[in-house]
């Protein structure tokens, strides 16, 4: 298994559908991050967890809401989002919460469309 | 403000050739610490590099290689005999130790075509 693992690696949704992202990582890591890339923007950092606590909330929109059930585990939900969330989303993780000397390793993301 | 600057948006060369990517940063700590990451079409954001604010010792690893000045602020880095596996966009990243929740914040990156 690689490091950082997500699904799906693309998603088309309409603006009233609901769907979900997953990312799992296989590294025993205790934080995990989600990311917001899109065109022409340096990467947006929007949800951390730290041992399954959510500890940043970075003023994302409450259509995306992000799970976190187990250390290995992330998932972000979305539901009503709008044409401009189309980007590609990607997870991370690293070893302990609070570190920003940590490295953090990315999923191979997912990139998402909204019609 | 943008606290990572990569001044080249896109750099073209041809197979073998020296390319070097500049990475200009800013901050008020005096501990952080400064990343490249590798973005490849696939589109996963590869670690390649780590450095503490107290090391400005210059790093080799294969062909890439880094250059740490404080003094002037800059993590440049240089890939050597390039190929076109290289082709990719590259990351340079800061994370300041004021900042507790590990946040990493990126340049806009820039992209490195490889021609054979």
Redesign the interface.
């Known amino acids: 298994e690689t490091g950082v693992t997500q699904t799906p690696r693309h998603l088309v949704m309409g603006m009233t559908n609901k769907k979900s992202l997953k990312c799992e990582q296989h590294l025993g890591h205790n934080?995990m991050?989600w990311y917001k890339q899109s065109a022409k923007?340096?990467?947006e950092?929007m949800f951390?967890y730290s041992l399954e606590e959510r500890?940043?909330n970075n003023s994302v929109p409450s259509r995306f809401s992000p799970e976190c059930p187990n250390s290995s585990h992330l998932f972000l939900h979305l539901h009503t989002l709008q044409p401009e969330d189309s980007a590609?989303y990607?997870c991370?993780s690293?070893q302990d919460?609070?570190?920003?000397?940590?490295?953090?390793?990315?999923?191979?993301?997912t990139?998402l469309t909204v019609l | 403000a943008q606290k990572v600057t990569q001044a080249q948006t896109e750099i073209s060369v041809v197979e073998k050739e020296d390319v070097t990517l500049d990475c200009v940063y800013e901050t008020r700590d005096t501990t952080y610490y400064l990343f490249w990451y590798k973005q490849p079409p696939s589109g996963e954001l590869v670690f390649l590099i780590r450095r503490n604010s107290f090391d400005e010792q210059n790093e080799i690893s294969g062909r890439y290689s880094w250059n740490f000045q404080k003094s002037t602020s800059s993590f440049n880095f240089t890939i050597t005999a390039s190929q076109v596996v290289d082709s990719a966009v590259y990351f340079c990243a800061l994370s300041e130790t004021t900042d507790s929740w590990g946040k990493l914040q990126f340049g806009a990156g820039t992209q490195v075509v490889v021609t054979p």
């Open positions: 934080a991050y923007k340096p990467l950092l951390v500890v940043e590609l990607l991370a690293s919460y609070g570190g920003s000397t940590d490295t953090q390793y990315f999923g191979p993301g990139r």
